[in-house]
């Protein structure tokens, strides 16, 4: 029933993953450096991160090929050092998603950083625990469901990216179309069934994954 749309199922759930991967590292990294740290133009680079929010897409996707475009400086280094180019591959929707996506995992997760009692850690480095031992065994204990329910909301966003992800990646069939861009070329072409097939898959798995995070903020509440 869903063999015409597999390939973009596959590919929008790689890309998600992908995107999410890297989030969870620079998004909690950003994120407890937000929450703890104290220096100069903090509250700058905090609005800086959360742009993507209030940003559109395509907005978004133009910065993006102002960096790594052919003519992009990021986009010359990665060529000329790597010979790498992210335009019109999946990589470069990844690119996309994990930019869109990123305000999704750092915000909650410098929330659950922040509650986290600092006199926990303190007493953890008297008892002779470095900082990568207390981040371990006493901040990300406490803040993990934070940074799980932010991160399910980022997958699930990034599995209905759109505009960045035409803008930098473009629609190439069993390459660069994702689900969220195969509607859009199904109802450009006609094809209200295809249409239908993708709009109902796209909404099943959003509907998973935010009853995920309701039940994750519940668990959290009880806690």
């Known amino acids: 029933m869903f063999q015409d749309v597999l390939p973009a199922l596959l590919l929008s759930l790689k890309v998600s993953f992908w995107a999410s991967g890297l989030n969870l590292v620079l998004g909690v990294a950003v994120g407890w450096l937000l929450a703890r740290g104290r220096f100069p133009g ?79 850690e303190q007493a953890a480095r008297v008892l002779g625990l470095g900082e ?21 909301l980022a997958f699930a966003r990034a599995l209905g990216e759109f505009g960045a992800t035409l803008m930098i990646a473009g629609s190439i069939p069993n390459q660069t179309q994702t689900l969220s861009i195969a509607v859009y070329e199904a109802v450009q072409a006609g094809d209200d069934a295809l249409a239908t097939k993708l709009v109902l898959l796209i909404s099943a798995v959003c509907v998973a994954v935010l009853w995920s995070v309701n039940h994750l903020a519940k668990a959290k509440d009880k806690a």
């Open 42 to 120: 903090r509250n700058l680079l905090d609005v800086v991160f959360t742009l993507p929010m209030v940003l559109p897409p395509t907005v978004m996707g133009y910065y993006l090929l102002v960096l790594f475009g052919r003519n992009g400086t990021l986009g010359q280094l990665l060529q000329e050092y790597f010979g790498i180019s992210l335009i019109f591959t999946w990589q470069g929707a990844v690119l996309a998603a994990t930019a869109v996506t990123f305000p999704l995992v750092c915000k909650p997760a410098r929330a659950a950083f922040e509650e986290v009692n600092p006199q926990l």
């Open 132 to 152: 990568w031992a207390v981040f371990l065994r006493v901040t990300l204990p406490l803040a993990w469901r934070g940074i799980l329910a932010g991160l399910l």
